[in-house]
């Protein structure tokens, strides 16, 4: 069973900042997805990454995955507050979804 | 465009009542997955369907908890005697087999409420 960790729990940032949040992943898992959900609200699909090395990039975010390390990043570049929500990475088939970060992005 | 679908968005029910919740996958996706999500943690794979068979099924669900996809097109998921544990988003989402991403699509969601 894949377990997925991610790191922070929870962040809070200024706009105007750059962060970065963490998903690591137990085992080998070719692909790793990355979600956004707002309050009360379903998932909404950011990235797909399909292979070592992949980097997709999206406004103000930009995702990164290395299957060597077990490793997937989101990058967030100069926060505004229209980032805030929680960012889920999931992997093998979307079966296993990371714990969250809930981000929020302080004026 | 129409995109998954759910009903109803919200359910309260007393302990021990059944509850049924309905979803319509967009019309081209032959894949369908259910996942129950409570407060402050990720989605929990359920179940997951390709067209009418039912491929996988999480150790979560346990007997009190069925689903089916009759036609391979929209699914159920019944829950049986509710206990106040059950309280949860239930989330549906839906994927084309053949789809290089393999990127799944979710609804709006079942709030259920077990009092």
């Known amino acids: 069973e894949l377990k997925v960790e991610q790191n922070p729990l929870f962040l809070s940032m200024q706009e105007g900042k750059n962060y970065t949040i963490y998903c690591n992943y137990s085992?080998?898992?070719?692909?790793l997805y990355w979600y956004r959900q707002d309050p009360g609200k379903s998932l909404e699909s950011l990235f797909v990454l399909l292979s070592n090395g992949a980097v997709k990039q999206e406004g103000r975010l930009m995702a990164s995955l290395d299957t060597k390390a077990r490793l997937s990043t989101l990058h967030i570049t100069a926060a505004v507050h229209d980032l805030s929500a929680t960012y889920f990475c999931?992997?093998?088939?979307?079966?296993?979804f990371g714990t969250g970060t809930s981000l929020t992005v302080i004026p | 465009d129409t995109g998954v679908s759910q009903d109803p968005r919200h359910k309260i029910t007393k302990r021990g009542q059944n509850v049924t919740f309905r979803c319509d996958p967009i019309?081209?996706?032959?894949?369908l997955y259910w996942y129950r999500q409570t407060l402050g943690q990720g989605p929990e794979f359920l179940t997951y369907f390709q067209n009418e068979a039912q491929l996988e099924k999480s150790r979560l669900l346990s007997d009190r908890f069925s689903a089916e996809r009759p036609k391979g097109s929209f699914s159920t998921l019944e829950i049986q005697r509710t206990e106040q544990g059950d309280s949860a988003m239930y989330l549906c989402a839906s994927s084309l087999e053949g789809d290089t991403n393999n990127e799944q699509f979710f609804g709006p969601g079942t709030r259920l409420t077990v009092l």
């Open positions: 085992t080998t898992s070719d692909r």
């Open positions: 999931a992997g093998e088939f979307q079966f296993y």
């Open positions: 019309s081209e996706h032959n894949r």
